[in-house]
């Protein structure tokens, strides 16, 4: 009888024995283990969920590509983008003194010292022996008008490092506004030395050299810093109000327009170059320069004070007072805009308003030691409604005085 092979298994071994139990275990090791990666990392679960789905979430950009993100910005003049930029790091690091010190940085050339002063007080508090944070807090007191106490603070920073070029910008800027010039021109000169490449050195050099006379040699820093940094927008500013305080009105003009053409809704270029035609006596053009101004920042109190004043002394006087309200809603404590905005209330004949609206500015006017030309043309207004008798029934506020005109009150204040 043949025994017929079944080649299906080797001939000279045996038969394999299954083992089930083993084949459980080694199931339940891998569930187990999936189960302890998932616990410690719950985002892959998340993210393993988007993808299943075919939404997946749009990754964090991490500190350092936020930070390369807000130098880009800067460079290219996009201030409020590079400060958000470096928000969004430090969201993220809220510790690093790299990030602190160049929002700090930007935050007073946005003009916000304040906020400048704080994040200064943030790095001396936490490194104590980093010259950047004294090199922050004396530039952004210096900018707060704080120029006596920002000086120590500032010569303290030279004691922790005497070769760093910020630091002798910002004490340029203190020892200016304490009218020691001597050292603000050997700090601007320092810092220019110490630090090359840096626009806001030369920037703040020239300012010690235009107020101590020397312009020529102002307007050659100013113009190396724009050379420097074209889109760092400060040293054009500072360049064209010296220009136009020289009489050079074309070559201001065509700097307004330079910047105009890098940033077309600036409005302070607007109102600057807003006031420059008005130097040389382009009125039309000027006034609408300047409601462009408001128009690209109807808070900007600065540029709708300019406007209303425009407005007032063309006897606009219903436009004068809504650009007036608009300045004082932006800036309560203004009392030149409190005061206009009192005239043109009289000037439309609403005598109520405009004596409620000018009996306050004298109040203030008095509580904060204003001029003596302000309070006479307060007086005068005050006088102007009592004696008219288109405004009887009002209870006088002041002795009558003679009333002053629309064009001699705008040009006053």
Known sequence: MRIRRDYREPFFRERRRSFPWRNMAV?????????????SQPGLVTSAAYALLGNAPTPTPLPRELVERAVEAARTGDLPGALGYYEAALGQRPDN??????????LIDADRPGEALTVANRITTSSPADVRGYALKTRAMAWLGQSAAAIPVGLQGQALDRSFGPLYEALARAYAGEARWREALDSGLQATELSPQDARAYWAYANALSRTGNFDMAINELQTAIQLNPTFLPPYFELAFLLL??????????????ILGMQPRNARALLRQCEAYRKVGEFNRALGLCQDAVNADPTFAEAQYRLGTFRYSRREFGQARDAFDACLQSTPENLNCRTLLGLSYYYLQQCAAAQDILAEARRIATATDASADTLAIIDEGLAAIALDTACTGLPPSTEATPEATPEATSEAL
């Open 97 to 106: 003194i790299d990030f602190l010190y160049e929002y700090g940085q930007l």
């Open 27 to 39: 199931v339940l090791a891998l569930f187990v283990g999936a189960v302890l990666v998932l616990s």
């Open 245 to 258: 305080s020289l009489d050079r009105n074309q070559e201001a003009i065509d700097l307004y327009d330079r």
